[in-house]
């Protein structure tokens, strides 16, 4: 038995909210009923990449969770050992880790492009697959019709409108028919949050702001038209301002943009189901 199984045998049977306490336990309690959690990145790195750390984190991720679940049931997706899921910019594992009882690692793969996160994930769970990508595709992985769910998690929301936009071909090309896509944009109202970058962040942001024109009645025409909305900001080592910066991404661009190959099933943005917005979206058969 791996040690993956192992966690789908010990806490398969129990609900999505004793799972979430398990998993909170495992912040500060590596063995649990006998199963040993992957160590986590020091806090630093969890708030790097997340903006948060510890419990804190996976709060924030159990609610994505328990949605990802929710619409997949919707779609008549089964969950299940033989489901093949990428985690697109798995980072340090957070949501990977938290998956680990609902799927098998040889189905299950996460991609992200900085390769001390992969590094630290093939780490701390050395049963899990994890590879590195570039900032544009392709993937490093054969075959197209290939998965039944793809997950992007605080991706989206920091992508340009190339990458973005190439990102989606690419993932057409690999998910299945009828396959789910499931990613996050930052929401409406960041756009007060640019305003405040723009008063009192550093010299870049001022700089990005201006380069772009910005004000809080033009980008909320922009969102409201349908526009894609995006400031490059880089964020750092391989994270470089031609694709990497934040993004607020409107359902009117997803319903004009990714509609050729893609069915928008949901576009969420209330506060009470995650501090981003959640695009939903079938491949089309």
Aim: with cysteine; charged share 25%; net charge negative.
């Amino acid at each position: 038995m791996t040690d993956n199984e192992i966690f789908f045998e010990n806490f398969g049977a129990l609900t999505d909210d004793e799972w979430r306490d398990v998993v909170l336990r495992s912040c500060q309690e590596r063995v649990i009923r006998g199963v040993e959690f992957p160590p986590p990145p020091d806090e630093c790195l969890q708030r790097q990449f997340v903006g948060a750390s510890g419990a804190d984190a996976f709060k924030e991720a159990f609610i994505f969770y328990k949605e990802l679940k929710k619409y997949a049931s919707c779609l008549d997706i089964r969950l299940d050992r033989n489901t093949r899921v990428l985690d697109f910019g798995v980072g340090w594992g957070r949501f990977y880790r938290i998956f680990l009882r609902d799927f098998a690692v040889e189905h299950f793969i996460g991609i992200d492009v900085d390769q001390k996160c992969i590094d630290f994930c093939r780490a701390s769970m050395p049963y899990g697959r994890f590879e590195k990508c570039s900032a544009f595709p392709p993937l490093p992985l054969a075959g197209n019709s290939t998965f039944e769910v793809i997950y992007a998690y605080s991706v989206f929301s920091h992508l340009s409108e190339l990458a973005a936009r190439l990102w989606m071909r690419e993932f057409a090309r690999i998910l299945k028919p009828g396959g789910m896509l499931i990613v996050t944009t930052f929401k409406r109202d960041h756009i007060a949050v640019w305003q405040n970058k723009l008063e009192t962040g550093g010299e870049v942001w001022r700089r990005v702001l201006s380069d772009i024109d910005f004000s809080i009645p033009k980008a909320l025409a922009d969102f409201d038209a349908g526009r894609f909305i995006w400031v490059g900001t880089g964020g750092g080592g391989v994270l470089s301002n031609d694709f990497f910066g934040q993004a607020i991404i409107s359902p009117a661009y997803v319903k004009s943009a990714w509609t050729d190959t893609f069915e928008l099933v949901d576009y969420v943005s209330e506060d009470h189901r995650g501090p981003q917005a959640l695009i939903v979206a079938k491949k089309s058969i």
